[in-house]
């Protein structure tokens, strides 16, 4: 099974930009759907974006469309979510997930997690 782990969460200003890590190790990120969520304090845990890369299609919350982008490096084994003109409401625990088979966007629809970065968009 994929083990995925995190990283490049912090503190950014309004505006400002973010490149979250995935890093995948026992699977090839290529093999799999992978995708991003998020959890803010008090709220449930939400889509933001995943991409099937086998037929190149990337899909996105409508609160992140144009702002975030999904991308991977199969020589790292790792996958990107470039985070652009952040905002405060983007304010969350980001997790990446990934799947044998892209179901859709819900969590249920993912089965191999990872334990999250905090990112914290704030003057």
């Known amino acids: 099974q994929v083990h995925l782990v995190e990283s490049g969460g912090g503190l950014v200003q309004p505006g400002g930009s973010l490149r979250l890590s995935c890093a995948a190790s026992?699977?090839?990120?290529?093999?799999?759907?992978v995708a991003w969520f998020r959890q803010a304090p008090g709220k449930e845990r939400e889509f933001v974006g995943a991409?099937?890369?086998?037929?190149?299609?990337?899909y996105y919350a409508d609160s992140v469309g144009g702002r975030f982008h999904i991308s991977k490096d199969n020589a790292k084994n790792t996958v990107y979510l470039q985070m652009n003109n952040l905002k405060p409401e983007d304010t969350a625990v980001y997790y990446c997930?990934?799947?044998?088979?892209?179901?859709?966007?819900?969590?249920?629809?993912?089965?191999?997690w990872g334990q999250g970065t905090q990112v914290t968009v704030s003057t």
């Open positions: 997930a990934a799947n044998e088979t892209y179901f859709g966007d819900s969590n249920g629809a993912f089965l191999y």
């Open positions: 991409s099937t890369w086998s037929d190149g299609i990337r």
């Open positions: 026992g699977g090839t990120v290529s093999s799999y759907a």
